[in-house]
């Protein structure tokens, strides 16, 4: 897809970012950025995501997607990327801004080079400050953070260590006057210390997919959806009677890795629960 540059002085440059400080002078872009009108979320996180940090992820990513809020990411690997896959199931544009380039040759990581093109098959952009053939040196990825939040409305933090460069944008985007979201993590986890930190200090505790579209005003009835596929299939079975995660691994020929991704999905959408070792469908 054609690379094209946006200058400051254009009416085409995006209207949340010229006011900043440090706004970018010219950017880079691939594909097409999202309307002026449209309302726009950054979704940041650890690349060493947990199962809890992609399961949560992916469902609130996904919720907001379906219900027409542009996710904005980085397109690292861990959070980023599932943000993105998330808001490519929706079939909803996704905007990856990125340290390097955003030619072919100067993707990174190069395992999301897929990705890339699937964001601007799907109508989203990629986004840079930085020319072609620029590959990303450390110091981009804390400038680039400054963009992430300064194109986005509001900032959800779902996973990421207390020196977690999510922090960067938490911090940054507090300064540009964005609100901050971020999920509540087990105390014992390393990983959970930036979202418990940022709660502590007053950032907004998201606790599910409704609660994050209330906090972006919208509402929440437009995350209800069909379960298809796998989770589909664990429904049927957990409607006869409670199982455990080996019945529904010997009766579905699955691996137990992707069963617990998908539980882990239901239960946070409220759908299911786990007591006693047995996943049950919840009395709703």
């Known amino acids: 897809m054609q690379l094209y540059t946006i200058h400051q002085n254009d009416t085409t440059y995006p209207a949340r970012l010229k006011p900043l400080q440090r706004a970018p002078d010219t950017l880079y872009i691939r594909g097409t950025l999202p309307s002026a009108d449209a309302l726009c979320l950054a979704v940041v996180g650890t690349r060493k995501a947990s199962l809890y940090g992609r399961s949560i992820t992916q469902r609130l990513a996904g919720a907001t ?9 980085g397109m690292a690997l861990g959070i980023d990327a599932v943000a993105h896959t998330a808001a490519l199931e929706a079939n909803t544009p996704t905007v990856a801004v990125l340290g390097g380039g955003v030619d072919d040759e100067s993707i990174y990581p190069r395992t999301n080079l897929m990705l890339a093109h699937e964001i601007l098959k799907n109508g989203g952009a990629l986004v840079s ?4 053939g620029t590959q990303p040196f450390g110091y981009h990825f804390p400038e680039r953070n400054r963009i992430i939040a300064g194109l986005a409305h509001a900032v959800l933090v779902t996973e990421g260590t207390i020196k977690s460069g999510s922090l960067i944008t938490a911090k940054i985007a507090l300064e540009y006057g964005r609100d901050v979201f971020a999920c509540p993590h087990n105390i014992f986890t390393t990983r959970g210390e930036g979202p418990n930190y940022l709660i502590q200090h007053g950032a907004y505790p998201i606790c599910g997919a409704d609660n994050l579209l209330e906090a ?21 079975i957990c409607h006869k009677e409670p199982c455990t995660l080996d019945d529904l691994a010997c009766a579905l020929s699955c691996a137990p890795s992707e069963l617990s991704v998908a539980i882990s999905t239901l239960e946070l959408q409220g759908v299911v ?3 006693n070792g047995t996943i049950q469908l919840q009395d709703v």
């Open 216 to 236: 972006l005003h919208l509402t929440p009835q437009t995350t209800r959806q069909h379960h298809t596929g796998l989770a589909q299939k664990i429904l049927d």
């Open 129 to 132: 400050e930085q020319p072609p």
């Open 273 to 275: 629960r786990i007591l």
């Open 65 to 73: 997607a379906r219900a027409g809020v542009i996710i904005i990411s």
